[in-house]
């Protein structure tokens, strides 16, 4: 199958279950499908990402080597639906730490960006947490922004995501368990 012309046009949840189940095990097509990632077209790129946010927690462990790969990427991606995938699928790997600073600051910055779709400031958020939680200091920082965000202006998915990390804050565990 030609992954990329087959993510070139509208593919629905069919599609997608047919290439996991094409990717599960094969590493070749694995790689194959990771490379559409970086596509110069937006559409492939896109809906190589969403392929990717519905693979195994088994398969999507042969993503956690690639992260720093997949970082470099949201910090120059221009295609907002694209940022959000891949927000998704590093949320979904164990991050390194200690984090990197320019994803934290990155991930700090977008939570509370009002040019920024609600989805991308809600994994922005749990990022952030999820990369301060082993150090008090920046936990501190985090834990100031939130409590300068008026939770009777946001958005009520952005006010349950908020109210999320403050309640895994208490309790010092994480949220993608």
């Known amino acids: 199958m030609d992954f990329r012309s087959r993510l070139s046009q509208r593919i629905g949840m069919n599609d997608i279950v047919d290439i996991v189940h094409l990717t599960h095990d094969s590493e070749q097509k694995k790689e194959e499908l990771y490379q559409l990632l970086y596509d110069a077209n937006d559409t492939v790129a896109y809906q190589a990402a969403w392929v990717f946010s519905h693979v195994s927690p088994e398969d999507n462990a042969w993503l956690f080597p690639r992260q720093n790969e997949l970082i470099d990427e949201v910090l120059v991606c221009t295609h907002p639906g694209k940022r959000r995938l891949f927000l998704l699928l590093l949320f979904k790997q164990p991050l390194a730490h200690p984090p990197r600073i320019d994803f934290l600051d990155f991930c700090l910055e977008r939570m509370i960006s009002k040019d920024e779709l609600p989805g ?47 309640k895994a804050m208490k309790s010092g565990k994480g949220l993608n368990k």
């Open 120 to 166: 991308v400031q809600s994994l922005c958020m749990k990022l952030a947490y999820e990369l301060c939680r082993q150090i008090p200091e920046l936990l501190g920082e985090l834990r100031s922004m939130l409590d300068i965000m008026e939770p009777d202006i946001l958005l009520p998915s952005m006010r349950t995501v908020r109210r999320n990390v403050l």
